[in-house]
């Protein structure tokens, strides 16, 4: 497992896991907009979409997944050395309140107008406002362990978070001499 930087500061970084050609947040954001994907994707999960959402139509399903991938990817991509990425990347768990450890965060839309936005990106903090993005999925339920793709995306989380902690990466500053140590 490697890590990309995404923002020329190093305030935000994405994995590239082991026989992957691109980093995390890349294939998401291709996934996002492939509307292949996405039909098969919402063909095979409608009924958490219908029950959940109650939508029942997979093309305005897949409308509103391109609609908001865009936003999201302006929203990460487009972010200014002034921004705050805490704003941005919020707990994974709402119950918890204090930063832990290589915490698991999440990042999704605010403010959308047609319904809660169901696409999250997934990061391991390294500390205030410094993250490295492990995942995303397309989150149709109220908890991530009600389906196997959000499972995975639980799994891979863990599995970035045990890398670091067994190189021990726990703050920027290790990140940055770990990193440097590859080149």
Same mark, same amino acid.
């Given at each position: /497992?490697?890590?990309?930087?995404?923002?020329?500061?190093?305030?935000?970084?994405?994995?590239?896991?082991?026989?992957?050609?691109?980093?995390? $947040?890349?294939?998401?954001?291709?996934?996002?907009?492939?509307?292949?994907?996405?039909?098969?994707?919402?063909?095979?999960?409608?009924?958490?979409? +219908?029950?959940?959402?109650?939508?029942?139509?997979?093309?305005?399903?897949?409308?509103?997944? +391109?609609?908001?991938?865009?936003?999201?990817?302006?929203?990460? /991509?487009?972010?200014?050395?002034?921004?705050?990425?805490?704003?941005?990347?919020?707990?994974?768990?709402?119950?918890?309140?204090?930063?832990?450890?290589?915490?698991?965060?999440?990042?999704? $839309?605010?403010?959308?107008?047609?319904?809660?936005?169901?696409?999250?990106?997934?990061?391991?903090?390294?500390?205030?406002?410094?993250?490295?993005?492990?995942?995303?999925?397309?989150?149709?339920?109220?908890? /991530?362990?009600?389906?196997?793709?959000?499972?995975?995306?639980?799994?891979? /989380?863990?599995?970035?978070?045990?890398?670091?902690?067994?190189?021990?990466?726990?703050?920027?500053?290790?990140?940055?001499?770990?990193?440097?140590?590859?080149?």
């Amino acid at each position: /497992m490697t890590f990309d930087r995404i923002t020329q500061d190093g305030r935000l970084w994405a994995t590239r896991y082991e026989g992957y050609s691109d980093n995390a $947040l890349d294939t998401l954001f291709e996934q996002w907009n492939d509307v292949v994907w996405l039909r098969d994707f919402f063909k095979a999960n409608l009924d958490d979409l +219908i029950s959940y959402f109650k939508i029942t139509d997979v093309n305005e399903a897949i409308y509103d997944t +391109i609609e908001d991938s865009e936003r999201l990817q302006c929203l990460i /991509m487009d972010i200014s050395p002034a921004a705050d990425l805490d704003k941005i990347f919020r707990p994974l768990e709402n119950s918890r309140y204090a930063d832990v450890l290589l915490g698991k965060e999440k990042a999704r $839309l605010q403010n959308t107008v047609r319904h809660a936005s169901w696409l999250r990106i997934y990061a391991i903090k390294l500390e205030p406002g410094i993250y490295v993005i492990t995942g995303g999925a397309i989150k149709l339920t109220r908890t /991530m362990q009600e389906r196997e793709h959000t499972l995975l995306e639980l799994g891979k /989380m863990e599995k970035v978070r045990n890398f670091l902690l067994e190189q021990r990466v726990v703050d920027k500053d290790a990140f940055i001499d770990y990193m440097s140590e590859l080149s």
